[in-house]
């Protein structure tokens, strides 16, 4: 059995993460603990537009994001990484300088601290020096930036085949083992 953590934070990307969440419930041996931020609830009602999908029913358990005593708050606590989709700035800023504000942050800091894959999925265009150099710290302490960059080189090139992908090179990085994405092979 594995277990991950997902951070959702205040950008836009919501239809991205919703997508990856409804994949993730379909692996078996995958459980997925959700924190949704207060800004990212804000982004979910205007990318959503009153539609009832909801990134809860994709998951095994909600953690509140004041709730500083939740599970992946604690190094104690066993899961096989985290990937914050889509990840603000002002959350990789929070990260970077180790200030755990709130517990999507706070169990980023764990997970660094604890070697474990943190994945993050910026969301910003165009990038200042500053969130560049963030980036450069969180790389430095052990993080993966992974922003959303399609793969062309599947015959598939549907928006749904390329968030799919995604989905699967983000397990990848946690080195869970997964079929949603196509493989690189010679004949392609």
């Given at each position: 059995m594995h277990r991950i953590v997902?951070?959702?934070?205040?950008?836009?990307?919501?239809?991205?993460?919703?997508?990856?969440?409804?994949?993730?419930a379909g692996i078996k041996d995958l459980e997925v603990h959700l924190i949704v931020s207060a800004g990212a609830e804000v982004v979910m009602q205007s990318e959503f537009r009153g539609s009832d999908l909801?990134?809860?029913?994709?998951?095994?358990?909600?953690?509140?994001?004041k709730d500083m005593t939740a599970g992946p708050s604690s190094g104690s606590?066993?899961?096989d990484g985290m990937i914050i989709c889509p990840c603000s700035m002002s959350s990789l800023a929070s990260i970077a300088s180790g200030a755990g504000v709130n517990l999507i942050h706070r169990a980023a800091d764990v997970t660094l601290k604890e070697r474990k894959k943190l994945v993050i999925v910026p969301r910003e265009t165009p990038l200042t020096m500053i969130h560049l150099r963030n980036m450069q710290t969180v790389t430095e302490a052990g993080a993966v930036i992974a922003p959303f960059c399609p793969a062309y080189y599947d015959?598939?090139?549907?928006?749904?085949?390329?968030?799919?992908?995604f989905a699967g090179r983000l397990l990848d990085q946690l080195r869970i083992e997964n079929s949603l994405c196509a493989r690189w092979r010679d004949n392609m």
């Open positions: 997902v951070g959702v934070t205040g950008a836009s990307g919501m239809p991205l993460v919703e997508n990856l969440l409804r994949l993730y909801s990134l809860v029913k994709h998951v095994h358990t909600v953690h509140s994001i606590w066993q899961h015959s598939k090139t549907t928006i749904e085949n390329m968030m799919q992908h």
